[in-house]
């Protein structure tokens, strides 16, 4: 089996790419990436959002039509590139 920890993001994600959810879930689910947004927080001085942040930070978000269907919005830390799940897979075999 093999645990997520074991797989470091290295491919950037792009629309179109296969993606694995990267957190718990009933089974292995794959997706595609149908959309992507970036969110610039603090960029011109305004941290009111997130008033604890001194410092400007971006959050990426893709959305992903997963294999049942389903839309979601999903960080790229939730996500696994299917390249590299593959990768992984071969790896502890």
């Keep these: ?18 993606v694995i959810r990267a ?22 001085g305004d941290t009111e959002e997130f008033p604890m942040t001194e410092e400007p930070f971006i ?3 893709f959305t992903v039509m997963w294999d049942d269907g389903s839309l979601s919005t999903e960080m790229w830390e939730e996500l696994i590139h299917y390249d590299e799940y593959v990768e992984a897979i071969g790896a502890s075999r």
């Design 1 to 18: 089996m093999v645990t997520m920890k074991k797989i470091k993001m290295k491919k950037n994600i792009i629309i179109s790419d296969i």
């Design 59 to 61: 959050l990426d978000h």
């Design 23 to 44: 957190y718990s879930w009933n089974k292995t689910t794959f997706g595609v990436v149908v959309g992507y947004e970036r969110e610039e927080y603090g960029a011109d």
